[in-house]
């Protein structure tokens, strides 16, 4: 809609035609064209902030630099969408040492099966 609306002189019906044709009013095709031009505008300025910020930090994630700017018109989700489609996402960084290793454990067998246990502190169990 919008490269009709921008070149509408070169249409050869009229606009009241054209509206019609797409089951619009001429009301309802302003108010989409003031949307566009809003989130045109909303997108280049979170474009700027966005670079200004992942040249200080480039590791920050998207959803902390929605936090830290906290926009009014534009949603979290939407905030998310538009960073990676300007590619100012980051990969995710999976660290590969972990803090437990169970290679090479010895499991022992369980030594009470069958064994009755009739008074205090007869076995004794550890981890």
Same mark, same amino acid.
């Given at each position: 809609?919008? $490269?009709?609306? /921008? ?11 054209? $509206?019609? !044709?797409?089951?619009?009013?001429? *009301?309802?095709?302003? *108010?989409?064209?003031? %949307? ?9 300025? =979170?474009? *700027? ?15 902390? @630099? $929605? $936090?830290?700017?906290?926009? =009014? !018109? @534009? ?14 996402? @980051? /990969? ?12 090479? =454990? @010895? %499991? ?14 007869? =076995?004794?169990?550890?981890?």
């Amino acid at each position: 809609m919008t $490269y009709f609306w /921008e070149h509408r002189s070169e249409l050869e019906v009229s606009l009241n035609e054209f $509206y019609k !044709s797409i089951n619009i009013t001429k *009301q309802g095709l302003h *108010q989409y064209l003031n %949307r566009q031009m809003h989130y045109n505008e909303e997108t280049i300025y =979170v474009k *700027q902030i966005l670079e200004q910020i992942r040249q200080d930090h480039p590791t920050l994630s998207c959803r902390a @630099i $929605y $936090y830290k700017v906290n926009p =009014v !018109s @534009i949603g979290r989700d939407k905030f998310e969408r538009m960073c990676k489609e300007m590619g100012f996402t @980051i /990969e995710r960084h999976i660290n590969p040492c972990r803090t437990t290793n169970s290679n090479g =454990v @010895i %499991r022992f067998d369980n030594l009470l099966i069958g064994i009755e246990i009739t008074s205090i502190n007869q =076995v004794k169990k550890s981890d």
